[in-house]
């Protein structure tokens, strides 16, 4: 699309939504057999499967921790997921949001519980239409609790940007090429930051209004992370006890 005239008008975005509304989510936990856990989500037009595998043994042995376990995350882009094809393989950006969505997650992961093995986890991105990182780092939340790891807690994840001076929360692709910020942010139920960055420029109050606006975001998101796992959980025992 070519830059629209107005991103925003009389409060209203292109998409319909309004300032403050997340896009549609959809969960789907347990997708994969051979995984440990995995979690289908689809957050607005981003379609992403995290698969999660371990504690298992480390290969290569010398990426082992005599005291934890090994955190890795990777974060993939099918070459079909954007509207010119991506060239496969990792890039720059990939290695870039591996890295900082595996730092988003390690801090709730209780990794001294398994000394010298490895925690996997694998998001592939199989559409995208911007928040793919915070999508990966939703689904990852869930596909890691499904997998049985030990955490601390959830993580939720979500976006806030500026489109036609106006603060807005989970950015799609055409608010994000053409808005002036994007500043995605993940955070534990209670508020703890564990990733925060930023393309563009905020106003230190509008910086402080979008943090509030990302919270109330991330919290809408840990009740639906916390409903799809209690749904499939309370489920499966439930049937265990009609057994
Ligand atoms: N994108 C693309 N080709 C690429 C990388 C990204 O078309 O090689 C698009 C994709 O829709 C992505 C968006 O640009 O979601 C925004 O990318 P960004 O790097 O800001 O990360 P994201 O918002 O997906 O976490």
């Known amino acids: 699309m070519?830059?629209?005239?107005?991103?925003?008008?009389?409060g209203i975005r292109l998409d319909g939504r309004r300032p403050d509304e997340l896009r549609p989510i959809k969960i789907e936990i347990g997708v994969l057999n051979r995984a440990d856990g995995s979690c289908y989500f689809e957050f607005g037009g981003n379609k992403v499967i995290a698969a999660v595998y371990g504690p298992r043994e480390v290969h290569p042995r010398h990426q082992q921790k005599s005291n934890s376990a090994v955190v890795r995350y990777r974060y993939n882009m099918a070459s079909f997921s954007v509207e010119d094809r991506k060239r496969p393989g990792p890039d720059r950006r990939s290695i870039e949001v591996s890295k900082v969505s595996r730092e988003a997650l390690e801090?709730?992961?209780?990794?001294?519980?398994?000394p010298r093995s490895a925690i996997d986890i694998f998001v592939e991105v199989l559409q995208a239409d911007a928040g793919t990182r915070t999508a990966g780092i939703n689904a990852a939340s869930i596909a890691l609790a499904d997998a049985g790891i030990p955490m601390k807690s959830l993580i939720s994840a979500c976006a806030v940007g500026k489109i036609d001076d106006t603060l807005v929360l989970d950015l799609n692709k055409d608010e994000d090429n053409y808005g002036q910020a994007d500043m995605p942010i993940a955070m534990t139920?209670?508020?703890?930051?564990?990733?925060?960055?930023?393309?563009?420029?905020?106003?230190?109050?509008?910086?402080?209004?979008a943090l509030e606006m990302a919270k109330t975001g991330c919290m809408a998101i840990h009740e639906m992370q916390k409903a799809a796992l209690m749904d499939k959980y309370s489920a499966q025992i439930e049937g265990e006890n009609n057994e």
């Open 107 to 114: 801090p709730v992961i209780f990794q001294e519980y398994f």
């Open 2 to 10: 070519s830059k629209p005239e107005k991103l925003i008008e009389s």
């Open 189 to 209: 139920p209670d508020g703890r930051i564990t990733l925060i960055q930023m393309d563009g420029n905020l106003k230190r109050d509008e910086f402080k209004e």
